[in-house]
């Protein structure tokens, strides 16, 4: 019987408005009674803006979490994304299914944005049964803060 280690992926974006530039940032952690990290990524973006970074930063942090279990044995169903967005935990909880029976049209008439994002991102939710947490930015969170400065890293770099 194997023992199943709880991941924590801590996501987060950044976008700098006059450059229509935005930065992603994921870290991954084995909470033990603390916190170990596993692995961390990031990546920049032009002509965008803060939902798509936001998306685009947990969307990235699973598909590193599925590289590090790619070399593991154990399947892990301990997995908690934290992210400081509401609106991307709204969407993943709340509004996806309904977005999905007015085929991604919202009650506007308008398209909803990045929808082949939020299906990947509700994907690969699913396939590893990801519980999702809301946790306040800038408020001295080692995971939410590490991400954050990837992020804004990503951000900075690019200009």
Known sequence: MSISIPIHIYSD??????????????VLFEATPTLHELS??????????????????????LKLLEKVLKNSSEKNDQITIFTDSRVLLEGLEQ??????QKKW??????????????????????????????????NGNLGN??????????TTASR
Not at 40 to 58: D, P, Q, V, Y
Not at 95 to 100: F, M
Not at 121 to 137: A, I, M, P, R
Not at 145 to 154: H, I, K, P, V
């Open 105 to 138: 049209i919202h009650k506007s008439g308008n398209p909803v944005k990045y929808q082949s994002l939020w299906e990947s991102l509700d994907s690969l939710t699913q396939k590893y049964q990801v519980n999702w947490c809301w946790v306040k930015g800038h």
């Open 40 to 61: 961390r990524i990031s990546g920049t973006k032009h002509h965008t803006c803060s939902l798509e970074m936001e998306l685009t930063a947990a969307y990235n942090g």
């Open 145 to 154: 803060t590490l991400a954050d400065q990837l992020a804004r890293e990503a």
């Open 13 to 26: 974006g950044s976008y700098f408005e006059k450059k229509s530039t935005g930065g992603w940032g994921a």
């Open 95 to 100: 509004k996806i299914q309904h977005w999905r």
